[in-house]
């Protein structure tokens, strides 16, 4: 707590320039330039590891719920499409406020920004551990979505401007495979700890995580940077109306609808439909971050070799086929054959798309990084919503079915557009 006190008096200047960015539109931004790489951290590597722990635990935080959220609805006596609202409270202002952070990072510093809101991350994650209702819930992971929404989009502008471009999809890749690695191992943890504890020890052991992600970001030092005033909604529609890569925006947000929300309800149907328990669930969806890991180790070479539109599609095919294996063999077997196939197509699209955005705007980094998180976040809050509701009105396999039909005009629409890489 006092670290917590502590950490929030020093960067209160941070809140101060954000309301300023959400009241009036503009402030003087200050765009990353760096004397050399050391001033950031000594190698490519040890920074994507000091980021990825950060990755890590903002993934671990948020998907370890999907296998647990039987769970979570037994204790508050509710059904599971009523507990699901947990998933978009998070997910809605984990999208809304990557754009935010990432455009402003470009001007106070991207290492300060991530100290600040990995603060307010541990906080609310605190609180989610201590909730006694449903709503109780509802705000503290709408509290935690909103700090936790610049960590994966500001770090990957910090890896933007840092590493060099040929390596930037080997980093990204490397960066992203740590992050999913989170969301796959919490699965496991957060059954394990929902069969034999509780579902609230998982974000208490996230808590303690957190805190130590805080003291390794502390020996990240501060960039060095250039005033350049810029106004924050001229950016915006810059970026998402004029730029000639602004078509990867709207993918990313229909991607975050299909893809994140098939992920939602897999726990869920794994426990229902084929009848596993809470651990059993986890262990299950854990292979989804193992995959992600995999895929992110590879996605730099496949990139090279076949460009990305086709990784996009390819990314697209494997989440297709997921899709089709739940609806039409609903064994655990298959399901986990299924996750895998998800895991990997949902990195082969996510990576790419936020490779493709560090060239959207060449002046910063930040803001495009973080309009990939609103698409894909915001969408799968959208998608998480959309599964709840076909839920309470049809069965699982209707929801597959309908997620099928969805991912296969998407690949027709990939197909049909354009790319510049």
């Keep these: 707590m006092l670290l917590t006190k502590y950490t929030l008096r020093k960067y209160s200047s941070f809140s101060i320039k954000l309301r300023k960015i959400l009241m009036k539109g503009s402030i003087n931004v200050k765009h990353l330039t760096y004397?050399?790489?050391?001033?950031?951290?000594?190698?490519?590597?040890?920074?994507?590891?000091?980021?990825?722990?950060?990755?890590?635990?903002?993934?671990?935080?948020?998907?370890?719920?999907?296998?647990?959220?039987?769970?979570?609805?037994?204790?508050?006596?509710?059904?599971?499409?009523?507990?699901?609202?947990?998933?978009?409270?998070?997910?809605?202002?984990?999208?809304?406020?990557?754009?935010?952070?990432?455009?402003?990072?470009?001007?106070?510093?991207?290492?300060?920004?991530?100290?600040?809101?990995?603060?307010?991350?541990?906080?609310?994650?605190?609180?989610?551990?201590?909730?006694?209702?449903?709503?109780?819930?509802?705000?503290?992971?709408?509290?935690?979505?909103?700090?936790?929404?610049?960590?994966?989009?500001?770090?990957?502008?910090?890896?933007?401007?840092?590493?060099?471009?040929?390596?930037?999809?080997?980093?990204?890749?490397?960066?992203?495979?740590?992050?999913?690695?989170?969301?796959?191992?919490?699965?496991?943890?957060?059954?394990?700890?929902?069969?034999?504890?509780?579902?609230?020890?998982?974000?208490?052991?996230?808590?303690?995580?957190?805190?130590?992600?805080?003291?390794?970001?502390?020996?990240?030092?501060?960039?060095?940077?250039?005033?350049?005033?810029?106004?924050?909604?001229?950016?915006?529609?810059?970026?998402?109306?004029?730029?000639?890569?602004?078509?990867?925006?709207?993918?990313?947000?229909?991607?975050?609808?299909?893809?994140?929300?098939?992920?939602?309800?897999l726990g869920a149907f794994l426990n229902d439909v084929i009848g596993l328990d809470y651990l059993q669930c986890g262990l299950v969806i854990m292979f989804y971050g193992l995959s992600c890991l995999f895929a992110g180790s590879q996605i730099g070479k496949l990139v090279i070799r076949i460009g990305h539109k086709k990784t996009i599609m390819l990314g697209a095919l494997l989440a297709l086929i997921s899709a089709l294996l739940l609806a039409l063999l609903p064994y655990w077997q298959i399901t986990l054959i299924a996750t895998i196939s998800l895991g990997c197509g949902y990195i082969f699209i996510q990576s790419t798309l936020a490779t493709m955005a560090f060239d959207v705007v060449t002046e910063t980094k930040g803001l495009p990084s973080g309009l990939i998180g609103l698409g894909l976040f915001s969408g799968g809050g959208l998608g998480s919503t959309f599964s709840s509701y076909l839920l309470s009105q049809a069965s699982y396999k209707f929801l597959w079915i309908t997620f099928s039909i969805g991912i296969f005009f998407f690949i027709f629409i990939i197909k049909k557009l354009k790319f510049d890489t």
Excluded at 127 to 142: D, E, I, K, M, V
Excluded at 221 to 248: A, D, G, P
Aim: charged share 10%.
């Design 35 to 265: 004397k050399n790489q050391k001033s950031v951290t000594l190698s490519n590597n040890k920074l994507v590891l000091i980021l990825g722990l950060a990755g890590f635990i903002s993934a671990a935080d948020n998907w370890f719920v999907s296998p647990v959220l039987p769970a979570i609805a037994a204790n508050f006596g509710i059904s599971i499409p009523k507990a699901g609202i947990i998933l978009t409270a998070y997910m809605i202002p984990y999208g809304i406020m990557q754009p935010v952070y990432g455009f402003f990072s470009d001007g106070f510093s991207k290492v300060k920004t991530l100290k600040f809101i990995m603060c307010g991350f541990t906080l609310g994650t605190a609180g989610c551990a201590l909730s006694n209702s449903l709503w109780t819930l509802c705000f503290w992971r709408t509290f935690t979505g909103f700090f936790a929404a610049g960590i994966i989009a500001v770090s990957l502008a910090l890896i933007g401007d840092t590493v060099p471009t040929k390596k930037r999809q080997l980093y990204v890749g490397k960066f992203m495979g740590l992050v999913f690695l989170g969301q796959g191992l919490s699965a496991g943890l957060g059954g394990f700890l929902a069969k034999f504890i509780s579902w609230r020890m998982s974000f208490a052991f996230f808590t303690i995580i957190a805190v130590c992600s805080i003291f390794l970001l502390l020996k990240l030092q501060s960039n060095t940077v250039i005033s350049v005033k810029r106004n924050f909604f001229t950016e915006i529609k810059y970026t998402l109306v004029l730029s000639k890569q602004r078509m990867i925006f709207p993918l990313a947000l229909i991607a975050g609808f299909l893809l994140l929300g098939l992920y939602s309800y």
